[in-house]
Structure formats: structure tokens, C-alpha cells
């Protein structure tokens, strides 16, 4: 069964300096996304992505992240100065459609600021 | 930021009862509502959805209940299973870029 992959699961960053995290889609997908979950916190979304532009991004979503599809597979968020805030598992998702159908989330990536 | 809303933290079963999971929403532009189930250190996984315009939907042991005028909509798992045991999550999407807006999760747990 297709599935979302992030690399790395588990990133620990020092304060200040620059992430990124990496997500493979789903291939037939053309919808993709940012989620962040702080712990013991909701799912927060970040950022959607369709036709290589931001489509829709959140308050959280400032000038410190970037989001880029450098190739046909691979999809990344960038935090360039992380915060101790910042600490958080990230979840990248895709989905068919925008509207009216189901993402689909990989397994995240626990980013640990230090 | 309260558009979604799950009232209870924990939720505890005996295996083969039901369970009954509820969430609440503010926001009237959502136009439709998914279920995810998540197991620690996993992603959210999709289990069911409804659209706006209809008061049911089920799939196997799974249906969500849509109650557009109280703004509640439930998920109903029957006969519960100690595997079902998880996080629920409701969420709620209205937008054409797909953006979900997520309740805050219940634990749900099934005691053999």
C-alpha cells in the first residue's frame, strides 16, 4: 500500500540553527502538507502546497520556515533559526484531492531543539 | 483556537461494547469531517469520514453520526477491540486546498 515517508524520525538541533525535513508523497498525490504536533497538544496545521506554491499556510507558518519540492518526488520544510518552541513531532500528508477527501500522514519526524 | 472540540481526555471499553467517541465544531465552513486513529510515535491514520451533507456514513465496525444543527458529530465503533485501543482524532475541512482543523484527541482504551 502507497505510503507517506519522512526521513529523519528523530532530528535534535541546537537553537539557531537551520532544519530541514524531508517527505516523500504519495506518487499520485498532488496535495501536500505540514502538520506539527507539540506534546500533549493538538495537530497543528502548517502549510499546504499544490502546483508548486503555497496554497494556504497557518500563523504558525512564518518567516523562519519554507516549504520546496525540489524534484518530482520529494517534498521538505525548513526551519532556518529553530526555537526551543520549535520542538515538536512533525507530520508531512498528502492527498488526491484538496477538498472533500482524505490525507494520508507518514509516521513524522521528532524534531528535538536544544 | 477552539473550532473543534473533543469534550473527553480518555475513553474506557470493555472489548466487544461499543464506543462512542464525540467531537464538537464552531466552525460552520467545514464541509466535511474525518476520523484518525493514532498509535504513539505513528502518524494519524484515516478510518472514516462524512461529508456535510449527510448524517451518516459507516464502514465495517465504524460510523460517524453528523448532527449539522447541534454542530456534533460522533464515531461509533462496534464491537470495540483491544487493537482499536488509540488516540482518536476528529477533524474538521472546509477549505479547497484541503487544510484539517483538529480536535484536541481522546484515548480510547479496550480492556480485554
Known amino acids: 500500500e502507497p505510503e507517506v515517508t519522512q526521513t529523519p524520525s528523530h532530528q535534535v538541533t541546537q537553537m539557531g540553527q537551520e532544519v530541514i525535513l524531508r517527505c516523500v508523497p504519495i506518487?499520485?498525490?498532488?496535495?501536500f502538507y505540514w502538520y506539527r504536533q507539540i506534546l500533549g497538544q493538538k495537530v497543528e496545521f502548517l502549510v499546504s502546497f499544490y502546483n508548486n506554491e503555497i496554497s494556504e499556510k497557518s500563523e504558525i507558518f512564518d518567516d523562519q520556515f519554507s516549504v520546496e519540492r525540489p524534484d518530482g518526488s520529494n517534498f521538505t520544510l525548513k526551519i532556518r533559526s529553530t526555537k526551543l518552541e520549535d520542538s515538536a513531532m512533525y507530520f508531512c500528508a498528502s492527498s488526491e484531492q484538496g477538498r472533500n477527501t482524505e490525507a494520508f500522514f507518514g509516521q513524522g519526524t521528532r524534531l528535538t531543539v536544544v | 483556537d477552539q473550532q473543534v472540540k473533543q469534550n473527553s481526555p480518555s475513553l474506557s471499553v470493555q472489548e466487544g461494547r461499543i464506543s462512542i467517541l464525540n467531537c464538537d465544531y464552531t466552525?460552520?465552513?467545514?464541509?466535511?469531517f474525518l476520523w484518525y486513529k493514532k498509535y504513539p510515535a505513528e502518524g494519524p491514520t484515516f478510518l472514516i469520514s462524512i461529508s456535510s451533507i449527510k448524517d451518516k456514513n459507516e464502514d465495517g465496525r465504524f460510523t460517524v453520526f453528523l448532527n449539522k444543527s447541534a454542530k456534533h458529530l460522533s464515531l461509533h465503533i462496534v464491537p470495540s477491540q483491544p487493537g482499536d485501543s488509540a488516540v482518536y482524532f476528529c477533524a474538521g475541512g472546509g477549505t479547497s486546498y484541503g487544510k484539517l482543523t483538529f480536535g484536541q484527541g481522546t484515548i480510547l482504551t479496550v480492556h480485554p
Open positions: 506518487s499520485n498525490h498532488l496535495y
Open positions: 466552525n460552520s465552513m467545514f464541509d466535511y
